[in-house]
């Protein structure tokens, strides 16, 4: 454990790190991917401009920072992000980069008030928070379906909505990885590991893509959204060359599945606490996996199937959702499509969907924040909100 010196240092920073944490994680990328470009080979460059990831790391510090008496309250989130960071391949040796570059990043924003006291207590305290990271991921890694990256060759590609893809891929030869027997936990996602030559893009560019089914009968399949150019950034990198360039028989290479976004097995095979699987966009993509397993299992639980698109033709898997609810024998599916309906709120949320269920819940950053909240506010159950954000996940974590 930290002395309580360091603790109590740490503790007097919060109002600082409130104020000034995300310029201080803006810095800081900024700082270590310029003189460390290699790592733009690991890091979303995407979720940087947009500041997302930027605005996640400053949560994360923050909530070390409130937690610092006792660092094992965060153990949960601790897993989330290391399972983002086994799929990206991030490995012990980046730790003592990451750390060199946060405590410069704080001396710069802070100036005079970053005192030799602050700046060594966060040192002691970011290898304390570096090693539990590093524990916690050396599992993760030890478990992991296979090590690396692998080839995958593209058996199948098919537009699901008119603006997502659904890739089928199956291991190349000598991959040594057996489909059959492959552990899919429905929620899971796979990485991609490409190298567009898009944008002017001149490093990898890693993606994770949530799996659309627990079965390989036929490959490993996930679903891919072509993300539209913004007014500040351009179109998807991987999105846009997985939907223009990438083709049947082409090959890509895939991370071991990853994630803790899975569904209480407890209550799979009972009737009493009914399901609420809430989507929007290609959000649905794991949640439908979540609906097979599901139906697989038991089709008599009550299911409230609630899905969030644009319109109809962005409105992702209508007819294979369709065919699994016909199996279910007791289904409340909600269509909305927002160019014509509000935004799904509490009390939508209050008039579609019981208050005792299990919910489960995906879509963007903006999406999971709103429903998150609203699921609160009608006193769900924390314990009873499961999600899983199309981006840093430690951005929909109040601390």
């Known amino acids: 454990m930290l002395a309580e010196k360091t603790r109590s240092i740490i503790k007097a920073t919060v109002p600082v790190l409130e104020q000034q944490g995300a310029t201080i994680t803006r810095t800081f990328y900024k700082n270590m991917l310029t003189e460390h470009t290699e790592l733009l080979n690991i890091f979303n460059r995407t ?48 730790y003592p980069i990451v750390g060199k570059y946060l405590l410069r990043a704080i001396k710069e924003v802070l100036g005079d008030a970053a005192t030799p006291d602050i700046i060594n207590a966060w040192g002691e305290a970011y290898q304390t928070i570096a090693d539990i990271f590093i524990t916690v991921e050396k599992q993760m890694y030890e478990e992991a379906s296979w090590p690396g990256w692998k080839p995958f060759e593209i058996t199948a590609k098919e537009y699901v909505a008119s603006d997502i893809v659904e890739f089928t891929v199956k291991p190349r030869p000598g991959s040594g990885i057996d489909l059959e027997s492959l552990p899919i936990t429905p929620g899971q996602y796979i990485t991609v590991n490409t190298h567009p030559i898009r944008q002017g893009n001149q490093y990898d560019a890693l993606r994770h893509y949530s799996i659309c089914s627990a079965s390989t009968n036929d490959g490993l399949r996930f679903a891919v959204k072509m993300e539209a150019a913004g ?6 990198l991987v999105s846009e060359y997985l939907h223009k360039d990438a083709k049947v028989g082409d090959e890509i290479k895939l991370s071991a599945p990853a ?14 606490i009914p399901l609420v699987l809430l989507s929007s966009g290609v959000g649905v993509t794991p949640i439908l996996a979540m609906l097979e397993e599901q139906v697989k299992c038991n089709p008599n639980r009550p299911i409230y199937w609630i ?13 294979r959702v369709d065919e699994l609810l016909d199996k279910c024998s007791n289904v409340e599916k909600t269509i909305v499509h927002t160019d014509t309906e509000p935004l799904i709120d509490a009390k939508f949320l209050k008039e579609n969907s019981p208050a005792h269920a299990d919910v489960y819940t995906c879509g963007s950053l903006a999406f999971m924040q709103a429903m998150i909240t609203h699921l609160k506010e009608l006193e769900h159950r924390d314990d009873m909100i499961h999600y899983e954000p199309f981006g840093p996940k430690m951005s929909t974590v109040q601390v």
Do not use: W
Not at 48 to 63: C, F, H, R
Not at 76 to 91: D, S
Not at 314 to 319: I, L, P, S, V
């Open 259 to 272: 994630g803790d976004f899975a569904m209480n097995k407890r209550l799979i095979n009972q009737d009493e």
């Open 47 to 94: 979720n940087q401009k947009i500041g997302a990831q930027p605005n996640a790391l400053a949560v994360t510090v923050l909530a070390a920072a409130k937690n610092i008496d006792d660092l094992s309250v965060l153990i949960e989130h601790v897993k989330q992000i290391g399972h983002k960071h086994r799929a990206l391949q991030v490995k012990p040796e980046h």
């Open 231 to 236: 007014s500040d950034f351009p179109a998807g």
């Open 307 to 319: 899905q969030s698109s644009y319109n109809e033709e962005t409105q992702a898997f209508k007819r």
